[in-house]
Structure formats: structure tokens, C-alpha cells
């Protein structure tokens, strides 16, 4: 008798019949949104004190954590870390001025952000540097409640572009 067959044909069976997850309402996919916009005003607000740590605990800090900035890619956020800590050591501060916001829902523990605008840090020596154009996206993951960023990019414009510059 074939039994292992058909055990494995009536699981299959039985996970083809599961409804569909629910969809998110509008109200629902707002209300996350919302969420998920205050969560990247607060990591900005952390990155303009300059403090790493304050803004570290923004970050998912698992091992499917991925983060690029101007083609440079790290794969965990121990790696993440160790580039980022120390070019924070100099900034004082950052003053950073968005210019537009973009948020879609995914899933009700998901959502994505790009984000652009300026910046400009102030060093700890109190010497300001100049504006520089920006663009930053990020993949908001809830777990356990709390929604951190566990993959995104960051580009500027601290460099001349010869391939492209619009």
C-alpha cells in the first residue's frame, strides 16, 4: 500500500484549502504606515545627535540584516557597525532636512520607506560642512512588537558622478 504518498497528497490537499491571509482594510494599512513613518522620523531625529548608539537601536541586528551605501554592501550589522561607528566619531551633530517621504504597507509586519532630502554635519570641532543630497530606504520588519529597519540604502551625493547625475 502507498500510504506515504498519500499522506503527503492529503497535507498538500489540506495547505491548498487554507484561506488566503486576510487583507489589510485601508484603516489597517494607514494605521501601519503611520507607524512605520513616525518609527524613520525617530531614527532621523537619532542620526541628527550624532549619538551611534541611540541610532543603532533602530536597526535589526540579525543575521539577515543587509545595508548598502554608495555600492559598498554589509551583510550583517556587526559589519554595519564597525563601518559606520567610527565615521560618527568626528559628527557632532547632523542637521538633516527631508524633503519627501514615501511609505508602502507590505504585509502587517512589513513595510518599505525611500526617503530623500539634505543633510549637513557639523564636526566636533563646530565646523559645519555643506548641504549634500540624499536618498535612503529601508525595509521595516515588526517582531515582537517592535518595528526595526533589517535592510536598506543609503546614497549621496558626496562625490561627482560621471555615469550619472541627473
Known amino acids: 500500500m502507498h500510504r506515504i504518498p ?9 495547505a491548498a484549502c ?4 486576510a487583507e489589510l482594510t485601508e484603516a489597517q ?3 501601519i504606515a503611520d507607524t512605520v513613518e513616525q518609527r524613520t522620523n525617530e531614527l ?6 550624532g549619538e551611534f548608539d541611540s541610532l543603532a537601536t533602530y536597526f535589526d541586528d540579525s543575521d539577515q540584516f543587509l545595508w548598502a551605501y ?3 554592501w554589509w551583510r550583517s550589522w556587526a559589519a554595519a557597525d564597525s563601518a559606520f561607528r567610527p565615521a560618527f566619531e568626528a559628527v557632532e551633530r547632523q542637521e538633516i532636512e527631508i524633503a519627501e517621504t514615501h511609505v508602502r504597507v507590505v504585509a502587517a509586519d512589513a513595510a518599505y520607506v525611500m526617503l530623500g532630502g539634505t543633510y549637513r554635519q ?3 570641532a563646530d565646523v559645519t560642512g555643506p548641504d549634500i543630497p540624499f536618498a ?3 525595509l521595516w520588519l515588526r517582531r ?8 536598506g540604502f543609503e546614497s549621496d551625493q558626496t562625490m561627482e558622478s560621471t555615469f550619472f547625475n541627473p
Open 6 to 14: 498519500l499522506v503527503g497528497l492529503g497535507l498538500l490537499t489540506m
Open 18 to 21: 487554507q484561506p488566503p491571509a
Open 29 to 31: 494599512r494607514a494605521a
Open 44 to 49: 532621523m531625529a537619532a542620526a541628527s545627535t
Open 70 to 72: 554608495q555600492g559598498n
Open 122 to 124: 557639523i564636526d566636533t
Open 136 to 138: 535612503w530606504g529601508g
Open 144 to 151: 515582537d512588537g517592535t518595528w526595526k529597519v533589517l535592510a
